[in-house]
């Protein structure tokens, strides 16, 4: 269940912040992906502290700020710095940005995040179009009372990723000359990283990437009727993979590595976007 005030709150905090800001869509940056902002011409910034449904971010390497800006003429609201389930302050953290994108009339989301490969094959710094994902959280922030601005009560799943901004993005890594993956993200709640033995189990049922996020944005995006679209740095090998212990500092290092491609290619799909009639 996902409480209505926070979210309102949020809406007229940030109408009174930005009163000319219309969004035609949002992107939210994972772990130690807050740079990737740079690739917008910023038109403001609001501290998460001035959102009341989002507050202060509290994960290390999640930057907490709203930056409205513009890339390719194409106005967008990022968020740098995502609240997680696991933080244990309930949805309405995770649904603040969905609601004021939505609210704003914003039509699609990109989602972002630093993820373990599971997929033998692939190495840190990959980068992967989520074509779909399976939720291994347990719970799903669509439980309770239903609320229609989050669409029907049995949201249809089949589409959550849209085809044609997955078609754009791979575009932009063509264009860009930036390699991408395609896979299934697979979320566990967290906050503590996989067993050797769960990523075995993961594998076999179709993950190629594993994280703490990102499914549950998805959910909720798709059913408020916001297309979306995911990409997933890939941080690390999932545990057991490699003979190692996984750490965040892994995690924020890496990101930081693929951070030129990862820009280059965000440049690049916003020119692809500035196309779409979104
Ligand atoms: N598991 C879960 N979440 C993650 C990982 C991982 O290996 N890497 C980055 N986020």
């Known amino acids: 269940m996902i409480l209505r005030k926070p979210l309102e709150q949020s809406l ?31 038109l403001g910034v609001l501290s998460y502290e001035k959102i009341p449904g989002l507050g202060k971010a509290g994960v290390a390497g999640h930057a907490g700020r709203l930056v409205w800006g513009k890339s390719a003429g194409v106005e967008t609201f990022v968020f740098q710095g995502r609240r997680h389930y696991y933080e244990g302050v309930g949805w309405e953290a995770v649904a603040t940005p969905l609601f004021l994108l939505k609210s704003l009339g914003a039509k699609a989301v990109f989602l972002t995040n630093a993820a373990g490969g ?4 692939w190495k ?22 239903h609320d229609p ?5 049995f949201p249809d799943q089949s589409f ?11 575009r932009a890594g063509k264009k860009s000359k930036v390699a991408l993956r395609h896979g299934v993200y697979f979320a566990g709640t967290g906050p503590t990283y996989e067993t050797p033995a769960e990523i075995r189990a993961w ?3 179709g993950a190629d990437a594993v994280g703490m996020s990102t499914v549950p944005e998805a959910m909720l995006a798709n059913a408020a009727g916001l ?8 941080t690390n090998m999932a545990a057991g993979i490699l003979n190692q212990a996984l750490t965040h500092q892994e995690v924020f290092d890496t990101s930081q590595k ?21």
Not at 20 to 38: E, V
Not at 227 to 234: A, D, E, P, Y
Not at 258 to 278: C, D, G, N, R, Y
């Open 118 to 121: 599971t997929n033998p094959k």
């Open 149 to 153: 601005f989050w669409g029907p009560r």
């Open 203 to 205: 594998r076999a049922l």
């Open 227 to 234: 297309r979306v679209v995911g990409l997933s740095c890939i």
């Open 12 to 42: 007229a905090a940030v109408k009174k912040a930005f009163p000319k800001a219309k969004p035609r869509l949002g992107m939210i940056l994972g772990s130690g992906l807050s740079d990737i902002a740079d690739s917008f011409e910023p």
């Open 258 to 278: 693929a951070m030129a491609s990862m820009k280059k290619l965000i440049l690049q799909f916003w020119k692809e976007l500035a196309k779409e009639t979104l």
């Open 124 to 145: 840190p710094g990959d980068l992967m179009i989520i074509d779909d994902h399976i939720n291994m959280m347990g719970v799903t922030p669509l439980l309770g009372q």
């Open 160 to 170: 959550i990723y849209d085809r044609k901004l997955r078609a754009a993005l791979s």
